[in-house]
């Protein structure tokens, strides 16, 4: 066994102990803040680049759609479990229609009446897609917790 000396003072390392403790614990509670932030900024590219593709994809369907039909009418669909709780998306394609060659009685179109020119060969169609999402950050909110993200195509039939 070690004697004291007269020059140092017992509970010396005890103070140094507690001292590196509440260090350590310090700096682990500023990493898992960190990676919290990290983890719920992830979350948010991941949504916002899934409504990004979201939205492409369904434009992509509704100029199919239009190019294989006379005219065809605005497009809802809900994608995944419940997009009023947070889990998925709620997706609208509006269409509206220029030109008359292409323009049915039923369809969508700019203004009271068609859109037409004297060499219009055929119509176009404007599309505005909407992708709406939970805000992943505050679900809860009552003021505006949705995002929206909106494309606009305009593409000639």
Known sequence: MIKN???MKPAFSMITAIFLI???SSVAA???NLSGKMIQETVTNYQKEQATLYA???TEFA??????QNCIQDITDDIG???LTGDGYTILV???YIGSDLVGPK???VGATPITTATSKGGTIILDTYVRYKNPNAPNVAISPWITYHRRTLQRL
Request: with cysteine.
């Open 5 to 7: 000396t007269p020059n």
């Open 22 to 24: 509440v260090l350590m």
């Open 30 to 32: 500023f990493v898992m």
């Open 56 to 58: 492409k994809s369904y």
């Open 63 to 68: 100029i199919m759609a239009a190019t294989s």
């Open 81 to 83: 479990a419940n997009p």
């Open 94 to 96: 509006n269409t509206q």
């Open 107 to 109: 369809c969508n179109t």
